[in-house]
C-alpha cells in the first residue's frame, strides 16, 4: 500500500522547518552567533523528524535530520583527487620564514605582497565536493592524491552544510578543510569513553582522526567533530574571487565555517607580529593549533609561483614549538599541595618542550599512574600546554626496559611524616597534618583564620603570607605569639594597625567550640558538621577521645567524616598545636551537654538561608536555627526541608520551587523561632 501523500501544509511546514533549521546551524557553526537557544533548535529538529517519519516522501539527502549516520560499511572505498592535496612546507624559525618571503618576492619581482594568515588547525585534512550546492562526497587526504571516501561519515558532522546556502556558488565546487574536535569536546568525548570503560584519546588531534574513520558512521555521529574550510580545490564555472582572503569571506556566505582568526597582512614582518600574538592567544582559542599558515594573497600571483615537488611555492605552515616529546621517566616523587594533596610528579631526563627545558611532569594522582601504567624508567610521551605545567601523556610500552619500577603512593606525607590518607570514592590521597605540615602552613592559617572560624579581623592573605615568609609564624599556634613589634616589621605595617592586629587576636581567643573545630581544617568537617560534634560531645576532649563507631552515632556523621576525624585526632603534630593553642588562652563557654537530652523543636529539620534579612545577619539566624535543633546548609536539594528567602534571594529561591520546597519569608521565620 502506498504511504498515505503529505498535505500541502504538511509539506510547506517541513520546507519552512529545513530552511530554520539550516539556518540556525548557519548562525551557530559558521557565524558563531547562536540566534536560539538549544532547547528550541532541538524542539525544530524533532518536529521534522516526526513529520518525516510520517511522511517518508519527504525526506530529502539535504534534511538536517540526515545527520545521524548510515549503515556500517566494510572497508573505505578509495578517491582520487582530481587536483592533488599537496602538503606545505614547514619552517620553524624566524629566519626560515624569512627565506620563504625573499624567494617570493625575487620570483615575482616585488618589494612586498600581500598574505592570507589563518591558524593551522590540528585536525584532518579532507575535501567535500558539491554539485549544484549538494554536498555528495567527502573525502581524506590520504597521500595527496588518493584518500577515503569517508561520505556518510562527513554528512554527520553539523558544521558541514549539506546544502550550500544562496545562488552564487560554482555548479561544481570542491572546499578543502580540516575536521578537528574542539578542547571541550574533546574532554567530553574522553570522560566518555573512560566511563564505558573504552580507551581514551591522547589528544585532540588523535580524537578526531579516529572519529571521522568509523566504519561506522552512527559512531562518527556521536563524536563531537567541527569543521573548518581553508580553501578550495576544483571549482567549475562560476565567480571565484581573485584573492584567497576575499574566497574564505565567499565561503563563510556560502554556509561553510571558515577560522575566526583568518585575516589578509601586508609583508612578512606583520606576519610573525601575528604569529607571536596568536602564540600568547592559543591557550585561549577553544581548538588546538600547532602553527599558522601563510598564502600568498593573489591567486594571480599564486600561479605564477607554482609548485615545487609536493608542496606550493606561495604558502608556507609557521608551526609553534612543539608541545609533545619522548623521554625517559628517571624517578616518581611526590609532592604535597597547600590543600595537603598528594601529586605524584615524574622526574625526567631532560628535553625540550614547547619552547622551554622541562624535567618534571604531573601525574595528577594513584589512579592516573595506575591507567597510564607508567613506571621508573619508562620512556614517555611528554606534553606541554602554555604555562600550565607539563604532563605525562602515554608511555610507550614498545621501548619498556625489563627492569622497570611500579610506583606505590606513600602511606606518610613526605613533608611532615603524617599519616596519608584517600577518602573512599575519591582519587586524591591527602596529608593528615593540616596544622602542622609546611606545605599547608599558608592555607591552615589563612583557614583558621577567617571569619567564620576565628575571625580573626585584619588577618587576610597577604599579612600571612608575610608572616610565612619571614618564619614568624609555622602553624596557627605562632599568632598568639607574635608582638606589635614584630608586626610593625612587616611591610606597609604602621603602628596602629599593629595594635589592632594584637587586639583582634586577643578578642580572637573568646570563641565557641563549634568555631574552633571548623578553624582546625579537618577534611569534610564543615560550619554544620562542626556545630553537631560540640553539640554532641560538649568538650573537645571527649571529641578528640570518640573512635569511629562513637563518632557514628552523631546525627549526619557517616564513616568518611568519622575515620578524617579520628586520623586528624591521632596525629601527635596537631594534638601538640591544638595545646599550644590553649595554653595561650583560646577558650569557649563551659560545656552543656545536651547529648540527647530533651527534644528540640526543629531538630532533624535541614534549613538553606538566601537573600538578605532585616532583623538579623545570616550567621546570627543560623546560629538560633542551630540552637533549636536545625541543620543549616549551602546548598537546596531533596533533603532541604526550608528555604528562608529574604530581600533579592538567588538562585537557591528558584531550586526550592523547582523541587516545591517549604519557602519561608521574615515573618514565616520568626514565627518558627517563637515557637509557632
Known sequence: MPPKPPPASVTKRVAALRKDINYHNYRYYVLDDPQVPDAEYDRLLRELQSLEQEYPQLVSVDSPTQRVGAEPVKAFGEVRHEIPMLSLDNAFSEEEVRDFNRRVCQRLEVDAVDYAV?????????SLIYRDGELVSGATRGDGVTGEDVTQNVRTIRAIPLRLRGDDFPPTLEVRGEVYM?????????????????KVFANPRNAAAGSLRQLDPRITATRPLAFFGYGIGKASGGDIPDRHSDLLKRLKEWGVPVPDHSRRVHGIDACLDYHADMSEQRDKLAYEIDGLVYKVDRHDQQRELGFVARAPRWALAHKFPAREE????????????????????????????????????????EDEVL???????????????????????????????????????????????????????????????SLFCPAQRKQAIRHFASRRAMDIEGLGEKLVDQLVDNELVNNPADLYFLTREQFEGLERMAAKSAQNLVDA??????????????????????????????????????????????????????????????TFFRQSHNDEVIARLRERGVHWPAPTRRRSTGHK?????????????????????????QALGAKVTGSVSKKTDYVVAGQEPGSKLDKARELDITVLDEQGVKALLAGN
Open 505 to 566: 587576636l586577643e578578642a580572637s581567643k573568646s570563641t565557641t567550640l563549634a568555631r574552633f573545630l571548623f578553624g582546625l581544617g579537618i577534611p569534610e568537617v564543615g560550619e554544620a558538621t562542626a556545630q553537631t560534634l560540640a553539640d554532641h560531645f560538649g568538650t573537645l576532649e571527649d571529641i578528640m577521645a570518640a573512635d569511629e563507631q562513637t563518632l557514628q552515632e552523631v546525627p549526619d556523621i557517616g564513616p568518611t567524616v568519622a575515620h578524617h576525624i579520628v
Open 601 to 625: 523543636p526543629l531538630q532533624g529539620k535541614t534549613f538553606v538561608l538566601t537573600g538578605t534579612l532585616s532583623f538579623a545577619t545570616r550567621d546570627e539566624l543560623k546560629a538560633q536555627l
Open 118 to 126: 589563518e591558524p593551522k588547525l590540528d585536525g584532518l585534512a579532507v
Open 182 to 198: 574542539t578542547k571541550k569536546g574533546f574532554e567530553q568525548l574522553n570522560r566518555r569513553q573512560e566511563e564505558a570503560g573504552d
Open 371 to 433: 591507567r597510564k601504567d607508567v613506571r621508573i624508567g619508562d620512556s614517555v610521551i611528554v606534553r606541554r600546554a602554555g604555562d600550565v605545567i607539563p604532563e605525562v601523556v602515554s608511555v610507550i610500552k614498545e621501548r619498556r626496559p625489563a627492569h622497570t619500577r611500579i610506583f606505590h603512593m606513600p602511606d606518610k606525607c613526605p613533608i611532615c611524616g603524617s599519616e596519608a590518607v584517600r577518602e573512599e570514592g575519591m582519587s586524591v590521597t591527602r596529608c593528615t597534618g
Open 326 to 365: 619522548i623521554t625517559v621517566v628517571k624517578d616518581i616523587q611526590v609532592q604535597v599541595g597547600r590543600t595537603g594533596a598528594l601529586t605524584p610528579v615524574a622526574r625526567l631526563e631532560p628535553v625540550r618542550v614547547g619552547g622551554v627545558t622541562v624535567t618534571n611532569a604531573t601525574l595528577h594522582n
